[in-house]
């Protein structure tokens, strides 16, 4: 592995934590030149939804390819598009209500983070965002002004402007009523906060610890929304595509919201690919207004249209993600039961989850260990003091109780280390 310390910038980060050399993946597996297999509970930091490799959505991207059909294309029309549009509506938006314009702002989730936040920005005239405690919503300029951790935002190197944060649910213990501070700055106007354009917000925020806001919290935020005439966006690139049960996270809340940000497991293949949803009425672009090279990459239009009919043409995968976060949320309890002195809390929703750990230091310890037996799983939090369980919405039963079986034997190696 000498080449890769020798040619690639320190800022490499998913190596440290796993030091091999990956060459091969299929399903919730992931293995190494050495012939070392893995079983994966990291799933591309949620892109692989559906696992590695899935022959489904493979077999048409080989035949794809092999037709000599249309690779890059910027905004052309090709009838790659088309098909993935015209399924989009018929699969996910028609049969939730939702009438939504399309926009491919660029392959990345960041992408979509920042063509929601200047589409907002453009139809409401407005400079402001506000954003919530904890929140990551990516690392170019403009997501990271929304964006919480103070590592990541050190790391733009200016200063990060119009963008405002307030506490998300639950953030202040239930000391407070929900949105108190929100409400009462924007009905005065001495506060100092100007009116936003825009709220943005997870339904679950991954990369902030597996904070699940209630359905509860998240239709008063709407509701707020809609009292002071602020648009309400949803960054739904890592939760979105059924992560945690339905298509989009916040369905269960029954809120419908103005923007949609989409990434990661959208195109179902790793390919890279992102939209940007919006009400038609917000759709004030003028032509070229907002671009990139990549948007709109045809072989993901291909991969994420056999997604569509593989996994979302009927209620199966939901129904089996929710039974599996059961049989995730039961395992989990019963570690935090046997390790209570360690343990803070068990969070998530659907298949994101995480175990918070009372010491830091422990986290990645947990980690570290798993990944000697055999599985890959990341930390999160602001402190890297969660240990995060994303396996593939396609995982077995049996691959979980496995992988939870390594977690359990795991905690109980490091702790009985940090106690000796």
């Given at each position: 592995?000498?080449?890769?310390?020798?040619?690639?910038?320190?800022?490499?980060?998913?190596?440290?934590?796993?030091?091999?050399?990956?060459?091969?993946?299929?399903?919730?597996?992931?293995?190494?030149?050495?012939?070392?297999?893995?079983?994966?509970?990291?799933?591309?930091?949620?892109?692989?939804?559906?696992?590695?490799?899935?022959?489904?959505?493979?077999?048409?991207?080989?035949?794809?390819?092999?037709?000599?059909?249309?690779?890059?294309?910027?905004?052309?029309?090709?009838?790659?598009?088309?098909?993935?549009?015209?399924?989009?509506?018929?699969?996910?938006?028609?049969?939730?209500?939702?009438?939504?314009?399309?926009?491919?702002?660029?392959?990345?989730?960041?992408?979509?983070?920042?063509?929601?936040?200047?589409?907002?920005?453009?139809?409401?005239?407005?400079?402001?965002?506000?954003?919530?405690?904890?929140?990551?919503?990516?690392?170019?300029?403009?997501?990271?002004?929304?964006?919480?951790?103070?590592?990541?935002?050190?790391?733009?190197?200016?200063?990060?402007?119009?963008?405002?944060?307030?506490?998300?649910?639950?953030?202040?213990?239930?000391?407070?009523?929900?949105?108190?501070?929100?409400?009462?700055?924007?009905?005065?106007?001495?506060?100092?906060?100007?009116?936003?354009?825009?709220?943005?917000?997870?339904?679950?925020?991954?990369?902030?610890?597996?904070?699940?806001?209630?359905?509860?919290?998240?239709?008063?935020?709407?509701?707020?929304?809609?009292?002071?005439?602020?648009?309400?966006?949803?960054?739904?690139?890592?939760?979105?595509?059924?992560?945690?049960?339905?298509?989009?996270?916040?369905?269960?809340?029954?809120?419908?919201?103005?923007?949609?940000?989409?990434?990661?497991?959208?195109?179902?293949?790793?390919?890279?690919?992102?939209?940007?949803?919006?009400?038609?009425?917000?759709?004030?672009?003028?032509?070229?207004?907002?671009?990139?090279?990549?948007?709109?990459?045809?072989?993901?239009?291909?991969t994420a249209t056999a997604a569509l009919d593989e996994f979302w043409s009927g209620e199966g995968l939901e129904k089996q993600t929710l039974a599996k976060g059961e049989q995730v949320e039961r395992a989990l309890n019963e570690i935090a039961l046997e390790h209570a002195g360690a343990i803070d809390a068990v969070r998530g929703r659907g298949l994101v989850w995480g175990l918070v750990m009372k010491d830091p230091e422990l986290a990645p310890k947990i980690c570290a260990e798993a990944f000697m037996r055999g599985l890959l799983m990341e930390t999160s939090g602001p402190e890297g003091e969660v240990v995060k369980l994303l396996p593939p919405l396609t995982v077995t039963e049996a691959e979980l109780a496995q992988g939870?079986?390594?977690?359990?034997?795991?905690?109980?190696?490091?702790?009985?280390?940090?106690?000796?």
């Amino acid at each position: 592995m000498d080449v890769f310390a020798r040619l690639e910038s320190e800022v490499r980060g998913y190596c440290r934590g796993w030091p091999t050399v990956f060459s091969t993946a299929r399903g919730s597996h992931i293995t190494d030149e050495n012939g070392t297999t893995y079983l994966d509970f990291f799933a591309g930091a949620g892109t692989l939804n559906y696992g590695h490799n899935n022959p489904d959505l493979k077999r048409p991207l080989m035949d794809y390819l092999a037709g000599d059909s249309i690779v890059h294309s910027l905004d052309m029309y090709t009838d790659a598009k088309r098909t993935f549009l015209e399924r989009f509506n018929e699969v996910v938006l028609a049969p939730r209500g939702l009438n939504y314009k399309v926009q491919f702002p660029g392959p990345a989730g960041n992408h979509s983070v920042e063509a929601a936040l200047k589409l907002a920005r453009k139809y409401t005239g407005r400079e402001t965002i506000v954003s919530f405690t904890n929140a990551f919503h990516g690392m170019t300029l403009g997501a990271l002004a929304v964006t919480g951790n103070s590592m990541k935002r050190t790391g733009a190197g200016v200063p990060l402007g119009h963008g405002v944060a307030m506490p998300y649910d639950n953030y202040l213990d239930g000391r407070t009523p929900d949105f108190l501070l929100f409400d009462t700055m924007l009905d005065d106007s001495g506060s100092g906060l100007d009116k936003p354009a825009a709220v943005i917000v997870e339904t679950v925020q991954g990369e902030g610890g597996i904070n699940v806001a209630t359905p509860e919290w998240l239709r008063g935020l709407a509701d707020l929304c809609k009292r002071h005439d602020i648009l309400l966006i949803v960054d739904d690139v890592q939760m979105g595509c059924g992560r945690t049960g339905p298509f989009f996270s916040f369905e269960e809340a029954g809120i419908t919201p103005d923007i949609v940000c989409l990434s990661k497991s959208l195109s179902g293949y790793g390919l890279p690919f992102a939209v940007t949803l919006m009400r038609p009425e917000l759709d004030v672009w003028e032509p070229g207004e907002h671009n990139g090279t990549f948007r709109g990459f045809n072989p993901a239009f291909v991969t994420a249209t056999a997604a569509l009919d593989e996994f979302w043409s009927g209620e199966g995968l939901e129904k089996q993600t929710l039974a599996k976060g059961e049989q995730v949320e039961r395992a989990l309890n019963e570690i935090a039961l046997e390790h209570a002195g360690a343990i803070d809390a068990v969070r998530g929703r659907g298949l994101v989850w995480g175990l918070v750990m009372k010491d830091p230091e422990l986290a990645p310890k947990i980690c570290a260990e798993a990944f000697m037996r055999g599985l890959l799983m990341e930390t999160s939090g602001p402190e890297g003091e969660v240990v995060k369980l994303l396996p593939p919405l396609t995982v077995t039963e049996a691959e979980l109780a496995q992988g939870l079986q390594i977690i359990a034997e795991s905690v109980r190696a490091v702790r009985a280390a940090v106690t000796v």
